[in-house]
């Protein structure tokens, strides 16, 4: 059975914190991606972070860079999002995915199969 299902989202002001987590059936956390995505009411979907299976490879929107960090636990088969210094501008629903993939493509969402139902992040200014 494939499953990915997200958490910890909810609303802060800017500048706070959120950490969401993504947990994943053995099936789903064994593809050598799993990525987060968000999209925002009226935006396209973006890709925000990627890692790979072993962690050795780590991609970041450069929307992202410096203010949120993508890791995993592979005990746990879940991957988290920990995102500090929250914009307005982060405002969205947050969504992972699994699949096999390249590094090279990790920001395209067509290439992922698995998908969780998602997490709506709301920063307040």
């Known amino acids: 059975q494939v499953s990915l299902s997200e958490s910890g989202g909810g609303s802060v002001q800017a500048g706070g914190s959120l950490r969401l987590s993504c947990a994943a059936s053995?099936?789903?956390?064994?593809?050598?991606?799993i990525g987060w995505f968000r999209q925002a009411p009226g935006k396209e979907r973006e890709g925000v972070a990627a890692i790979d299976f072993g962690g050795g490879a780590i991609y970041y929107a450069d929307s992202v860079k410096g203010r949120f960090t993508i890791s995993r636990d592979n005990a746990k088969n879940t991957v988290y999002l920990e995102m500090n210094s929250l914009k307005p501008e982060d405002t969205a629903m947050y969504s992972c995915?699994?699949?096999?993939?390249?590094?090279?493509?990790?920001?395209?969402?067509?290439?992922?199969?698995?998908w969780g139902q998602g997490t709506q992040v709301t920063v307040r200014s």
């Open positions: 053995r099936y789903a956390y064994t593809r050598n991606y």
């Open positions: 995915a699994a699949d096999l993939l390249s590094g090279g493509i990790w920001f395209v969402a067509a290439k992922y199969n698995y």
